[in-house]
C-alpha cells in the first residue's frame, strides 16, 4: 500500500513539473500528428551493369607475309592468357601474361599451317576477346 502511495505522488509530481515546464515557454506547441505522405512508388527495370574492359587488343597482318602480330595492353594487376586455337578447339599455342605487364605483344606464323579456321583468345578470368582468322 505505501509503494502504491509513493507511486501516485511520483506521477502528480511530474504531471506538476511538466505544467510547469511547459508554462514556461507560451511559443511551444504540442507535436500533431500529420497523416502520412502519400507517395508514389515506381518500378525501374534494372538496367545491365557494364563494367569498364580491363584489357584491349589488336590484330593485323604484317604486310607480304603469313604472319599475324597481336598486341594487348591491360591494367597491371591481372593477369591474362592468350591462345591459339584450331577449329577444333585445340591449342595450337598458349601464353601466360604476368600481372606487373601492362604492354604484350606475339606474332603467330601461319606459313606452316594448312588452311582452315583459327582463333585467337585472350582472356583474364573475367573477360574473353576473340579473333577469328580463317586461311
Known amino acids: 500500500m505505501k509503494t502504491l502511495k509513493n507511486t501516485g505522488i511520483t506521477l502528480m509530481f511530474a504531471i506538476v513539473a511538466a505544467t510547469a515546464a511547459l508554462a514556461q515557454n507560451p511559443n511551444q506547441t504540442l507535436a500533431k500528428a500529420e497523416p502520412f505522405a502519400q507517395t508514389e512508388v515506381t518500378y525501374k527495370q534494372p538496367q545491365a551493369v557494364t563494367k569498364a574492359k580491363t584489357f584491349g587488343i589488336s590484330l593485323y597482318r604484317i604486310q607480304q607475309s603469313m604472319k599475324m602480330r597481336l598486341s594487348m595492353e591491360k591494367k597491371a594487376g591481372e593477369h591474362a592468357t592468350v591462345r591459339l586455337l584450331d577449329e577444333n578447339g585445340q591449342v595450337l599455342y598458349e601464353d601466360w601474361v604476368g ?20 582463333t585467337i583468345e585472350v582472356a583474364n578470368g573475367t573477360e574473353i576477346s576473340r579473333k577469328n582468322i580463317e586461311l
Do not use: M, N
Open 99 to 118: 600481372r606487373l605487364t601492362k604492354k604484350y605483344a606475339c606474332e603467330f606464323d601461319f606459313s606452316q599451317i594448312k588452311d582452315g579456321r583459327y
